[in-house]
Structures are given as structure tokens and as C-alpha cells.
């Protein structure tokens, strides 16, 4: 999450999509940062943000917001490879950073040692078809629908514009003209893997497509 009071901007910051590099590009034209835990989390969605807003008086309608979302069966695969690199790093640290990220590195230990590959991974997350609770505000905004996070229940968009993690350089270019900035973007928080296709198994794409089904039906990914 970035918010800027001079360039009238609020950016929405789903995970694996690229938002560490946007944010990091953000910083220097930034009036509000994010945070580990509160009002400004790091992976706020729109509507919590907005109400935010209002608390103090912020006029919601003149700010640009965006987001990007990305292919499921790439997202998850990344996601996966996420969790194994931040357990090479210094937990401990990690977990002092907040309640939640101690939550989360407990979980994830435990769940990588369970289940090793990939695919025992993706359908352990997932229980009747939800993202499982593990510690409901880390995990839900994680793993729920894209869709869900940037649209409303009569499906009004909350965003101004939203991108897509496979055409991020464009569509930030485009983001940071309308705003009226310029900035690029550097590779960040990126995860080394193969092409997300060789990962997978039969029973696990069709797993992924019926969990993920609003993302891949409404922005039209496919699993290729």
C-alpha cells in the first residue's frame, strides 16, 4: 500500500504481483507508507482503506487507485517458492516484526515440513474449496480471489485501474504517466523457479481453477 497526497494517488498492493517493486518505485513521490499491522497494512484492500479515508476527512473519489493482479497457477507457484526462500532467511527476526508475520513463519514452517512438494503444498493451503484460516488477516488477502479483493458484492470496481503482473512494465508506465511521476521499476522479493506449467500435476490445475475460479473466468487467465 502507497498513498500520496501530492500526486493524488493510493495504490493497492496484492501479493505476488510485483507490489514490492511498486512500492519501492512509489516511495520517493509517498506521503503514507505501509505497515506491518493497522490501518495501513501492507496488503489493505480497498474498502478498509476507503474507510480510512473518511476517519480523516480524505476525499476518496480524487485519488487515483490501482492494482495488479496475476495468473493464479503462477501466483500460487510463486507463492510457494516465496515461503521456502523466507525460511532460508533469519526467522527469528521475521517473527519479532509483528504478531502476524510470527503467525505466518510458524505456519509455514510446519506446513513446508509436512508437505515438500509443490503440489501436497497447494492442496494443503486450500480446505473446502477456501483459502484456509490459518490467521485470517495474513492468509485471507494472501490467497482469496483477486477479484474479491479489488470488487464489491455488486461487483462495482474499487479501483481506478488494474494491471496485470504479465504486462507490469507497461501498465506501470501507463500508471506513472497518469499520476503525472516518473519512475521505473527494479526486479525485487523475486523468486527463482521454473515456468509455473512444470509444476503442476492434472488433479492440482483443475484444484487451482475451481479455488480460483472468479480470478481466472473475470480477468481471463488460462493455465499455459
Known amino acids: 500500500m502507497r498513498i500520496s497526497h501530492t500526486y493524488k494517488f493510493v495504490f493497492i498492493a496484492i501479493t505476488r504481483t510485483g507490489s514490492t517493486s511498486i512500492r519501492s518505485a512509489l516511495d520517493p ?36 487507485k490501482f492494482a495488479f493482479v496475476r495468473n493464479p497457477w503462477d501466483r500460487l507457484v510463486s507463492t510457494y517458492f516465496y515461503d521456502k526462500k523466507k525460511l532460508g532467511e533469519n526467522v527469528e527476526e521475521i517473527k ?22 509443490f503440489c501436497e503444498w497447494a ?19 494472501r490467497m482469496e480471489c483477486q477479484k474479491d479483493t479489488l470488487y464489491d458484492k455488486d461487483e462495482n470496481m474499487l479501483v481506478d485501474f488494474i494491471g496485470r503482473f504479465e504486462s507490469l512494465e507497461e501498465d506501470f508506465n501507463f500508471v506513472c504517466k497518469k499520476i503525472g511521476i516518473d519512475a521505473s521499476l527494479e526486479k525485487m522479493n523475486s523468486t527463482e523457479h521454473p515456468h509455473y506449467s512444470r509444476l503442476y500435476d492434472s488433479n492440482t490445475i483443475e484444484e487451482v481453477r475451481k479455488i480460483y475460479k472468479k480470478d481466472i473466468d473475470f480477468f481471463n487467465y488460462k493455465f499455459e
Not at 501492507?42 to 480524505?58: A, G, M, S, V
Not at 473446502?128 to 488477516?137: G, Y
Request: glycine letters at 2%; a positive charge.
Open 96 to 117: 519479532q516484526t509483528s504478531a502476524l508475520h510470527r503467525l505466518w513463519i510458524e505456519y509455514t514452517e510446519s506446513l513446508h515440513q509436512k508437505y515438500p512438494s
Open 29 to 64: 513521490f509517498t506521503d503514507i507508507t505501509s505497515t506491518p499491522e493497522g490501518a495501513f497494512w501492507h496488503h489493505t484492500n480497498p474498502q478498509k482503506l476507503k474507510e480510512e479515508f473518511d476517519k480523516r476527512d480524505w476525499d476518496w473519489n480524487s485519488y487515483f
Open 123 to 141: 492442496c494443503a493451503i486450500h480446505e473446502n474449496n477456501t483459502p484456509k484460516k490459518r490467521h485470517r488477516k495474513k492468509n485471507q488477502l
